[in-house]
């Protein structure tokens, strides 16, 4: 599961618990049966790659430069991402399922192939 993760200035401690416990219990995968949207990433047998990704709060309904106001400012994004990341190893490790992450901030390279027309936009202020 590859998991972008932006952190927005009014998130708190409450939200990161929010996303990490969502994350790990989502249905996305068929099941033994092939029933499909039956099983969470650990019953998948899968892993997390979580990325740091603050374009993710670019509002661009006004104009044609995105607006990143909503993003919280980076130094205290960093300390946000690092405690979501301990929190999603921290549910993670209960079932076996590695959790791994890139450098915070850094250009990265990330290649992703789909299993199909399926990505899910997690929002702790709307779900």
């Given at each position: ?9 009014n ?20 099941d ?14 899968g ?8 374009t ?40 076996g ?31």
């Amino acid at each position: 599961m590859l998991c972008l993760i932006g952190i927005e200035s009014n998130d708190t401690s409450k939200d990161l618990e929010y996303i990490a416990k969502k994350i790990m219990g989502l249905r996305l995968w068929p099941d033994d049966a092939g029933k499909p949207w039956n099983h969470n990433v650990a019953q998948a047998n899968g892993s997390i790659l979580c990325v740091s990704q603050f374009t993710l709060s670019a509002r661009t309904r006004k104009g044609t430069r995105p607006d990143f106001s909503r993003a919280m400012a980076p130094d205290q994004a960093k300390s946000m991402y690092e405690e979501f990341i301990a929190t999603l190893r921290g549910r993670a490790a209960q079932s076996g399922v590695v959790v791994q992450d890139g450098v915070f901030a850094a250009m990265m390279d990330v290649e992703l192939i789909n299993d199909g027309p399926v990505t899910i936009l997690l929002d702790s202020a709307s779900d």
